[in-house]
Structures are given as C-alpha cells and as structure tokens.
C-alpha cells in the first residue's frame, strides 16, 4: 500500500521561530493531502485541505497566515507553523486522499513543543 | 452536515473476550464508514471501511465491522481481544457528496486486561 512520510517525528522550538513539517507521499501521486491536529487524548481536527497547485482550503477557525500550507508537487505538501506559540504545541497528522477504493492513508505524526 | 458519534471514552475487556467499539453517524446521503486505530505518538492505521456491498465488512488483525443503516450505526468487533490490540480507536465517515476529507469520532481508547 502507499507509504506517507512525516518529518520531522518530534520538533522543540523557541516562541516566536517558525517550524516546517512535511509530508510526502512516497508512491502515490496526491492531488489532495489534509492536516489535522490532535490534542492529547483528544479527537483529529481538519485544519486544512491542500491541492497540488493551487490553494488549500482551510476549516473554520484556522488561520491561514499562522499555518501556510504549501502542496507544490503531487508528492510533498508542507504545513509551517508561523510565529508559533505555546498554544501551538500538539500533535499534527497529514494524510493522503488515494480515492475510495484504497482509502486514507496517514503520516506518523509531528509533535511540536514550542517552549 | 456529517458527525461521528463514539460515545465511550474508554472500553476495558479482558483477553480472549469478544470486544465492541461503539460508533454511529450522520451524514446528509449514503455514507462511506472507517475505522482507524492509533498507537501513543503515531499517526492512524487503517483497520477497515465499508463503502457499499455487504454489511459486514472484514479488516485487519482480525477486526470486523457491522454496517447497520437503519440504526446509522458501525460499530466495531473483534471475537476475541488480545493485549496488543489496547490503543485509540477512532471512527470516521465520508459523505458520498464532493467534500472529501473524513470526519473522525471522538476517539475510544480500549484496554485489554490480560
């Protein structure tokens, strides 16, 4: 089956840095991958769904110029946490759309501390 | 609009029990139904999804699930639990319309006792 990397697995940075998580999928070519955020011991929240060459679409409440979503090939979407903020620290899951027949298939997850 | 409802936070069984993990939906139109599993600091392992066919759909690691329309409910079993399979289990729906991300449950985390 398709295989979706996530990196980095665990990020620390300081308030006010910038962190970029990416997410490849590596033999699957992904017009459309989602974000989503977990708190701890919570449900995934959508942040944001990204199509390849054009604009992602975010959910309600999330606020695009804090996390810039950019899905410039059909393998690597890339989701930056701009300025972040203690109140960023969670956990962030990509996943890759490969249509109905095969399912959702979803990265290992980032876990950002921003201290 | 569509939901997931999983309304047990948490299910404990002991080893070699039959389990059930808890899921009902709402959807506007047909509904495509997951079930994934998700290990302390993971991301999401597919068990399982029913899209259309049979009722009873198979999975991974000897889980199955019971489509139920009349009931809008899906809810996930296994005859009998091992200790491995204690992790969070979330449900998920997809309307049939042209939106296509997954709305996930709440989560059930499920502890085996051995």
């Known amino acids: 089956g398709a295989v979706v990397s996530q990196h980095p697995s665990w990020v620390i940075c300081k308030s006010g840095t910038s962190v970029k998580i990416e997410c490849r999928s590596l033999d699957f070519q992904a017009t459309t991958m989602f974000w989503y955020r977990q708190f701890p011991k919570q449900s995934l929240m959508l942040m944001a769904t990204?199509?390849?060459?054009?604009?992602?679409?975010?959910e309600q409440g999330v606020e695009k110029d804090k996390f810039l979503i950019n899905h410039a090939s059909l393998t690597l979407s890339t989701l930056t946490v701009t300025s972040a903020h203690p109140e960023d620290s969670s956990f962030y899951i990509c996943?890759?759309?490969?249509?109905?027949?095969?399912?959702?298939?979803f990265g290992s997850g980032t876990r950002l501390t921003v201290v | 609009a569509q939901s997931v409802a999983q309304p047990e936070d948490q299910v404990n069984v002991a080893e070699g029990n039959p389990l059930t993990v808890k899921c009902t939906y709402s959807v506007s139109g047909n509904p495509y139904l997951f079930w994934y599993v998700q290990y302390p600091n993971r991301g999401l392992q597919f068990l399982l999804k029913?899209?259309?066919?049979?009722?009873l759909v198979k999975g991974s690691y000897g889980f199955e699930a019971e489509f139920n329309k009349s009931q809008t409910s899906f809810h996930l079993k296994k005859p009998s639990a091992l200790v491995s399979d204690s992790a969070l289990y979330f449900c998920a729906v997809r309307d049939t319309g042209s939106a296509r991300q997954l709305t996930f449950g709440s989560g059930t985390q499920l502890t085996v006792l051995p």
């Open positions: 996943s890759v759309d490969r249509g109905l027949n095969y399912g959702y298939t």
């Open positions: 029913y899209i259309t066919g049979d009722n």
């Open positions: 990204s199509n390849e060459g054009s604009k992602a679409t975010y």
